[in-house]
């Protein structure tokens, strides 16, 4: 391992020679985000490559107006709430769904779980908070189409879910042309299959590495990109081939295209992205939580102030933002980067003193 | 037991009348019959020294039994190991029963056999105690109040401010058994393992270790929270940091797939027969062998070391592939996640 | 963005299985993985099997695999009389 760990860092040393300045690499995937801080990646790579935490996380994605609504349901006495875990402490514009208190709110580990829910509580109105990328999307839809055949009329799912390659898109054409490269998230990968970089690769000639989670792969997914920058040149590049296809799952693929359909969606912090979320669609509205409830639209949030945008994508550090330390905080969190306990205000915050890059 | 069988608690178990009167004669003395039998009001006890230590917590544990122990044996556990830590021998404890009407009287008996069973292990007398019975629905089952009180060792010098930098940290085996093995006996996580609680009473193993040497500098059972609350802190008090290694802290594969699934560190979750030895560096490996020779340490390993502050004080892990990551305290709370 | 773990397939009846991760025994559904097989071993995310591991792979991948086949090659070498 060594050894391996050796090269990769040969490699990060001459792109760093190469490139004569700093190196952007944008980690798209909470997990991979996760997995840099657990492992302590900053501090064993050079200074001059930067690891951006993108917004790849449902935690700090999902947007305010989307965790209002969940928390308004859950106010009413005729409905369930089926979540994560990890939405319990997602902050609205008044408190999270734990700071809520409710009885009816239930952490739930699948979507299976939430539809026995449903099938135990007919008297109930089940509510799926459906969060979550391309990997976790295929077990909403799984769901609906179990809750279709059973005729489980008291289900349904609120659809906050996120698609990867748009929000890339978005960040690489709009707000940022600091990004040298991505580390594609693994994961979602499996679903989508690494030749769905594709296109922002020749569009935007920026190298995208798949990688899993153990921390060779990280280092030797950024060494890839390396090489690349060094050689000039952007590609799809897989090194979870244990699990990732360049064709993806075509099972879950089917099966999403089959119930749902990209819709603009608000993303935490970063506004409205085309195509950026997925909706149930309409033939399937009788499991939609907005129809069976009537509600029009997901208001836009109100973070006035907040630059996580900037902070993603590397722009501004934490500090530079006018609410860093007065309004948000790690408990009383505005932004995704202050929201995720691994976000970079979060980190920011806590070990300011001992910054690691 | 066939009188009690299929029999359940009813208020009047705790009024203080007859049916209470059978209940402590038939199901609880009998198991703590060598104190009890008078049943006074308060116990007398003759101690080694005046210099007592005295402790109380309270168990509330859902599920009540799981792999490897049960709310009875916890109860004994926890103020038995809360006493040894702080240097003290265990002479003496009370037991106090809140208890749900409608508990299977079968249920009650099975739980005092296990504190019964507990207390022998640690060498320690159940001298006093109480039952309370509420309306189902005001308690969960059963809550259970233990207080112990013992005698300090002679070589127990034990104090945040004895801490130095060049000490080290020694646990006595594998983290997060305990806390892994209720998750996955929890209402909506549930999975079928062979995770198993490390619930037991450390006393014994303290003993040998503080009998070994003097240069134990301060103990701690890192239960709620993990080691990673536990170093915290000690980091705090003491304003000096904390580096650990990460590969030298021992996690049992079991535990460690698990805490994977659902999202968790195994330094964040909780232990019941675990304990923290901060010592002296020169007796370090004298004190791991020590620990090493006792069933219950096994697996004990020395994970890290106290060092000078580089200001505020923090506890660092240096990973398996050499990078460096600061140990936060805990939330409180561990929710499973997806992501 | 998403947690998963490989685990090994126990019992499989239909799209419902049961898979093994080191003692722990998770409930799943193979329902996106239709092409697995009981022994096979998958990856699981919030219940589902996401993806078949290529078993070679995943000692390159994951550091708990390559630990446990060191295990496994340490107790063969225990057996095997000197």
Redesign the interface.
Known sequence: ?LER?RKAHALMDVACEAMGREINIMEVC??HTVSI????????IPENVKLLSGPG???CVTDQGYIDIVIDLAQRDDCIIAT???M??VPGKNGSLETSHRENV????SSE?ALEFARKNPDKTVVFVAV?FET?TPATVVAVEQAKKEGLKNFVIFSGHKLVVPAMEALLSGMNNKIDAFLCPGHVSIMIGSQAYRPIVEKFKKPCVVAGFE??QL?EGIAEICRQLIECRADVTCLYDAVVKPEGNLTAQKLVAKYMEPTDGYWRGLGKIAAGTLALKAEYAEFDAMKRFGIEEIPAEELGGCRCGEILCGLISPPECGLFDKKCTPDTPVGPCMVS?EGACSAWY??G??Q?R | MSDTNGKKILLAHGGGGRVSNDLLSKIVIPKFQDKTDKLTDAAELNLESNNVCFTTDSFVVKPIFFNGGDIGKLAVCGTVNDLAVAGARPAALSLSLIIEEGLEIETLDKILTSVSTAAKQAGVSIVTGDTKVVDAGSADNIFINTAGIGTKHENANLSFDNIKAGDKVIINGTVGDHGMTIM?QRE??K?????KSDCATLNGLVEKVLDATDQVKFMRDPTRGGIAATLNEIATATGLDIELIEKDIPVD??V???A????F?PINIANEGKVVFVVANEVAEEVLKIIKSDELGKNAAIIGEVKPP???P?VE??????????V?MP?GRE????? | ???A?P?RIIALTGDKA?AD???????IRTTLTPEVKLGDIVL???GFAIAQVDEEEAKNTW??FA??AELEEQEKHKDSPL
């Open positions: 391992m760990i909470g997990t801080f657990r492992n302590g990646i900053r501090s064993t996380c449902p935690v994560y875990g990890d319990m402490r239930k952490v739930v580990m779980d979550g976790t921390p060779m280092i306990s806590k070990y003193r001992r690691r | 996955s909506g996580i999975f079928k393992s062979t995770l594969t079991t460690k797939a698990a994977e699934m659902l999202g560190d580089q200001g505020d923090v892990i240096v990973t398996a592939i050499g990078g460096k990551r600061i936060q939330y929710l499973p996640r997806i992501c | 963005m998403c947690l773990v685990a049961v991760a080191m003692g722990n025994h998770w409930n699981i995310h919030a550091q708990l630990e446990i």
